[in-house]
């Protein structure tokens, strides 16, 4: 992955951006692409957007790197900050899923609309419409909610993001259960 020259972000990146956090991950978040400050340090959301996404997983009791991992759909980030092209996307994808399949996750909860095209393939709705929805990628469920860095900019929509972040948990929830035959 990071020799990848598979798309055009490669000539403008400074480094790849993988992910990080717990390799045995019960939660996966994926977000869009990294930003300036990702690209300089390496890691995903490490802006005020990440500050943002730190407070929402401690509001459900969660904590970056403790059976967290956080991703992006595209690992190069796209110049301008700008959304990642679909073929872009496209181009990463093998990377992507087979993050996906080494970490193995409970549950993975998309950030933003980039990030839920990636998976989501054949759902091409608006963000709105995939919000409060359960999803599945190779048996694992997905759930959709807004990127933070949007959240930043829209401050209105961050009762929605948390009313994913419970359903998210929900979720999570009911693979503990057990089964009931």
């Known amino acids: ?34 930003g300036a400050e990702e690209d300089v340090k390496g890691e995903p959301f490490v802006g005020q957007a990440g500050k943002l996404l730190d407070n929402m997983l401690a509001a459900i009791g969660l904590r970056r790197g403790e059976k967290v991992y956080i991703a992006n759909a595209v690992k190069c980030r796209p110049p301008g900050n700008r959304t990642p092209e679909p073929e872009e996307i496209s181009a990463c994808f093998p990377f992507l899923d087979r993050q996906i399949g080494l970490i193995n996750p409970r549950l993975i909860v998309l950030l933003g609309r980039s990030a839920a095209h990636s998976i989501l393939r054949e759902e091409r709705g608006s963000l ?54």
Not at 1 to 21: E, K, S
Not at 147 to 152: N, Q, R, V
Not at 167 to 176: C, D, G, H, I, Q
């Open 128 to 181: 709105g419409a995939l919000r409060g929805r359960r999803f599945e990628y190779k048996g694992i469920p997905v759930v959709v909610t807004y990127h933070p860095a949007y959240l930043l900019r829209n401050l209105p929509e961050k009762l929605k993001a948390w009313e994913d972040l419970l359903f998210a948990r929900s979720v999570m929830e009911e693979t503990n259960s057990p089964a009931l035959f």
């Open 1 to 34: 992955m990071m020799g990848c020259r598979a798309c055009p972000l490669a000539a403008h990146r400074r480094q790849v951006v993988p992910g990080v956090g717990d390799r045995r991950a019960e939660w996966l978040l994926i977000g869009e692409g990294p």
